[in-house]
């Protein structure tokens, strides 16, 4: 759905920019945005994006090994008491 919506807004700004003109026939705030500076955002967002799956992933990676080592211990301290 994400990648749709950024192909839909880009060719939204290559409507916009030709019905325009690029600013000869309507000035428009909205025409300071263009396709690049699109491109820029959606790779920071996916930049941004595959950081925190990055740290996700390390998170559930020690969660997991945490509960390993507490599970081991658990069982030693059992078999002590038993």
């Given at each position: 759905m994400y990648?749709?919506?950024v192909e839909l807004q880009s060719f939204f700004m290559q409507q916009r920019d030709e019905l325009c003109r690029r600013g000869e026939v309507l000035l428009?705030?909205?025409l300071?945005?263009?396709r690049d500076q699109l491109s820029d955002a959606v790779d920071e967002n996916r930049r941004d994006q595959a950081s925190k799956e990055q740290r996700d992933e390390d998170e559930r990676r020690k969660t997991v090994a945490a509960v390993k080592a507490g599970s081991?211990?658990?069982?030693?301290?059992?078999?002590?008491?038993?």
């Open positions: 990648e749709d919506s428009s705030p909205a300071n945005f263009t081991s211990q658990v069982g030693a301290v059992l078999f002590v008491f038993n």
